[in-house]
């Protein structure tokens, strides 16, 4: 299986501040790289898809970057109703695999 | 919009099996550029995808789950369906399905879930 390797686990920033999450695959995944947010209690929320591309209706300081094996999540101007967990997720190889998780809060 | 609405028994007893149901509303499955997906989250876990169906009925599974899923989709296009043999306490999660874009030969993108099922294995 593809291990996508999510850090940090958990952390804490101030309101306006820039938040980085990063996820690494353990092979190369090309773009084929998703970001999703979960608020507690509901579904997961597709945010970013093929690693850099903003989906439909979702604010502009959420972006994605990277591409291989190592890819990049920001939140630039991070706002209260951004306090979620965020999970990185790739399709290249079958299974579908998920990073464990990252827990922002404010 | 679609919408997706998971039904089916939330407590199963150990050894036997998890049946859940998919319902696909205001729209239907009827087309080839999604694959219909299951997903599950155990309670304070991570995301652990279960496999995924085709309206043409081709099907892929985690290698994980050992053989004990199944998965079927129903020719009017308003639903796709669950199944998992042999159930362990490890089963016990909130079960999703989802909605995945079909793009080069993959189901990429989930952007349509279900608001998700929490199943119990216990006697």
């Known amino acids: 299986d593809t291990q996508m390797t999510q850090s940090p686990s958990s952390l804490s920033a101030s309101v306006g501040h820039r938040v980085t999450i990063t996820c690494h695959a353990s092979q190369d995944i090309t773009h084929y790289l998703n970001w999703y947010q979960q608020k507690p209690g509901r579904a997961p929320k597709l945010l970013i898809y093929d690693a850099s591309n903003l989906q439909t209706g979702v604010p502009s300081r959420f972006r994605g970057s990277g591409s291989g094996t190592d890819f990049t999540f920001t939140i630039t101007n991070l706002q209260p109703e951004d306090v979620a967990s965020y999970f990185c997720q790739q399709y290249a190889i079958v299974p579908l695999t998920f990073g464990g998780g990252t827990k922002v809060e404010i | 919009q679609l919408q997706l609405q998971e039904s089916g028994s939330a407590l199963v007893k150990p050894s036997q099996t998890l049946s859940l149901t998919c319902v696909v509303s205001?729209?239907?499955?009827?087309?080839?550029?999604?694959?219909w997906n299951w997903i599950r989250q155990p309670p304070g876990e991570g995301l652990e995808w279960i496999g995924y169906?085709?309206?043409?009925?081709?099907?892929s599974y985690n290698p994980s789950l050992k053989g004990r899923v199944t998965m079927s989709v129903d020719r009017s296009g308003t639903q796709f369906s669950l199944n998992l043999r042999s159930v362990t306490s490890a089963d016990t999660a909130v079960y999703y399905c989802?909605?995945?874009?079909?793009?080069?030969?993959?189901?990429?993108?989930?952007?349509?879930w279900g608001q998700g099922k929490m199943v119990t294995v216990s006697s």
């Open positions: 989802a909605r995945g874009r079909w793009a080069s030969q993959r189901s990429g993108a989930f952007d349509l």
């Open positions: 205001r729209g239907s499955m009827n087309n080839g550029g999604f694959s």
């Open positions: 169906i085709l309206y043409d009925v081709t099907t």
